[in-house]
């Protein structure tokens, strides 16, 4: 199942600092995607026709301050990303709907979860964010500003860092699994995202076992091995009140890339076997 043929259209819908960017495929049973950080609504490209082939009307926002996005005039906590969302799917018509979120999409969508209680109807959390760990949450907590200089040095980096942690086996080139399309897609992203820290910053202060604790809706954790999420992902299950998590095999932080087919496979199962009906 491909999907291909099914059109992903775009458009804006407002909230209160302003309009958010969408893609949209479908007619269906509404579903919300939204992406991790330094990217942008594109990261779901493959997988929109494919959704839409399910049945679903899969909206991709762009976050606030990323993509083609309004930037809030105030750095927001996570709270007010997940209040902005919310008035996104007020404006987006969505009475009742399902949630994907990545990494960042994830921390920043249960946020809107547990601000709208019973209209979602379920929650799904592709690497769920690893702030628990220390050294992790430093990072996040500590980020700053990019500079993009004359030398470049933030572009190259992001370009290298990206094939490197999408890699299958670095030393044999042949197997990795990124490819210069996507290469191209996330470096677009990231020199849209304007005041990235923000997004860093609101995750590391937000304290997300609380957070998971909140989220009341079937839950769905998954992930494959060479996410650097995996394994707090697969122990985030106990911090949910009604979650479980799947594992998919050899799969990165581009899972949605790598395998189209089978995460939709995966999100759809669980959709139908376990959301609120």
Not at 176 to 190: D, H, K, P, W, Y
Not at 264 to 274: G, S, T, Y
Request: charged letters at 20%; a negative charge.
């Amino acid at each position: 199942m491909t999907g291909t043929q099914i059109p992903v259209i775009r458009g804006y819908v407002d909230f209160e600092q302003g309009q958010m960017h969408y893609l949209s495929a479908g007619r269906g049973v509404p579903l919300l995607l939204l992406h991790a950080t330094s990217d942008a609504a594109s990261m779901w490209e493959p997988i929109l026709p494919r959704l839409a082939a399910l049945g679903y009307h899969a909206v991709a926002l762009d976050m606030p301050g990323c993509g083609q996005s309004d930037l809030p005039a105030h750095q927001p906590d996570g709270p007010a990303y997940g209040r902005y969302l919310a008035q996104a799917v007020q404006g987006l018509g969505f009475q009742r709907f399902h949630v994907l979120g990545h990494h960042l999409g994830a921390s920043l969508g249960a946020q809107m979860v547990r601000q709208m209680g019973e209209r979602v109807l379920s929650f799904s959390a592709y690497g769920w964010p690893n702030v628990d760990n220390r050294a992790y949450g430093e990072v996040l907590r500590g980020a700053r500003p990019r500079s993009f200089d004359r030398a470049g040095e933030v572009v190259k980096g992001h370009w290298v860092r990206r094939w490197e942690m999408s890699g299958r086996e670095m030393a044999d080139p042949s197997r990795n699994c990124f490819t210069e399309a996507m290469a191209v897609r996330t470096m677009i992203a990231l020199l849209q995202c304007r005041h990235w820290e923000w997004l860093y910053q609101a995750m590391g202060h937000t304290d997300h076992r609380a957070l998971a604790a909140g989220v009341t809706c079937p839950t769905l954790l998954f992930a494959g091995p060479r996410d650097h999420n995996y394994v707090e992902t697969k122990e985030a299950v106990a911090d949910f009140p009604d979650a479980r998590f799947v594992h998919m095999d050899d799969v990165g932080v581009d899972a949605a890339d790598e395998e189209p087919d089978a995460f939709c496979a995966v999100l759809h199962q669980f959709i139908r076997d376990h959301a609120r009906r």
